[in-house]
């Protein structure tokens, strides 16, 4: 089968690789149909993420149908349409009883390797689910692969930050970042918040904020003054970080009103950050990050899909052949595209 490996910094290819068999009874196996690029497969794609093994195959949001399955498997039909779960999880270890499945002892994302045990990705013709009872998840009929796809990580992970944020009704929400994930959380604070200010620097992605019902803005001053002017001086309710980037993460802490809450997913690897415990301390700040929880929100983000609440597809600015991944990585790592799915043959 065709599969998207990275062969080391920043070289992306498309390469000829054994299909994946089932190995245990819990697995199964997908024939992908689309399998997006997300912004954490940038950091091992710089070679940002410690102990990766070139070669692995990647991507942890896919599309596709059930061509085989384990004994061991149930809630999951051969020829069914079915969309995963970026992570996995065993069910059983105290963290999934506990409900912090994202923590499981189990735990491997797809397409990754070095922080979490390797687990080649869905950004191929066929991948390998492990425990696919759960990490697998039928897609409802009405529903297309081109919104299911953000099942899969990048809508639970914008609900996270705007769930774990504790965004309340009339509360002012600041977005730090408009690539799909900010985007993702502009979604899932709509109707919730009084008022969300999308802040990024790139023309196009403040367009996209604005035609999800946010008020776009552009970094630095500019957002300093909206958000005082909104909020009379007092400052955001909620910030959430949603760039990865050190000078976001400093903004926040700025933009944010005494006893807010500054909420972070963009994904940060940075092992020292000059936090301000002053200004912490000052402020009565609450620091809280996530990484979003498919497991626990996906029913919840289908009903919303369903019902026309949420239409994450709408970011999806760009549909390229699995064939043509090298392309897609460079042109996405330069901001050109803003979300990517690739598409198999079939
Ligand atoms: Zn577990």
């Not at 059930?66 to 970026?86: C, H, K, M, P, Y």
């Not at 796809?149 to 730090?176: C, E, H, K, Y």
């Not at 498919?294 to 390229?320: C, N, W, Y």
């Amino acid at each position: 089968m065709k599969a998207v490996q990275l062969m080391g910094p920043e070289d992306v290819r498309v390469n000829e690789v054994p299909d994946p068999t089932i190995q245990l009874q819990t697995d199964a196996i997908v024939k992908v149909s689309h399998t997006a690029i997300c912004g954490a497969d940038l950091l091992p794609y710089h070679g940002y993420t410690p102990g990766f093994e070139f070669g692995t195959i990647l991507g942890h949001e896919f599309v596709g149908t059930v061509t085989e399955l384990g004994d061991a498997v149930t809630g999951i039909t051969i020829g069914q349409r079915v969309v995963n779960t970026s992570m996995t999880s065993d069910g059983t270890c105290g963290h999934c009883r506990a409900n912090r499945v994202t923590q499981c002892d189990d735990r491997a994302l797809f397409g990754y390797s070095g922080v979490y045990p390797k687990l080649d990705g869905g950004q191929a013709e066929f991948v390998r689910i492990p425990n696919a009872s759960r990490t697998l998840w039928g897609v409802p009929d009405d529903v297309s692969n081109e919104d299911a796809i953000f099942v899969a990580d990048i809508l639970p992970t914008g609900f996270a930050a705007v769930q774990r944020g504790n965004v309340s009704n009339g509360d002012l929400v600041v977005v730090l970042g408009c690539g799909p994930v900010g985007l993702m959380a502009i979604i899932a604070s709509v109707g919730v918040a009084r008022r969300v200010i999308a802040v990024d620097g790139i023309f196009d992605r403040r367009k996209l904020a604005e035609s999800l019902g946010a008020t776009a803005v552009e970094p630095g001053e500019a957002t300093a003054k909206l958000v005082n002017q909104l909020s009379h001086g007092i400052g955001a309710d909620v910030v959430i970080e949603a760039s990865g980037s050190v000078p976001a993460m400093q903004s926040a802490f700025g933009l944010a009103r005494p006893q807010g809450v500054v909420s972070v997913v963009g994904a940060h690897f940075e092992p020292d950050f000059p936090l301000n415990n002053g200004v912490m301390f000052e402020k009565e700040l609450t620091l809280i990050f996530s990484v979003g929880n498919p497991t626990k929100d996906r029913e919840r983000m289908f009903a919303a899909i369903q019902s026309g609440k949420f239409s994450p597809s709408k970011v999806l600015t760009h549909q390229i052949p699995l064939e043509d991944a090298a392309m897609a990585y460079a042109a996405f790592d330069k901001k050109e595209m803003t979300k990517v799915v690739l598409v198999t043959g079939a």
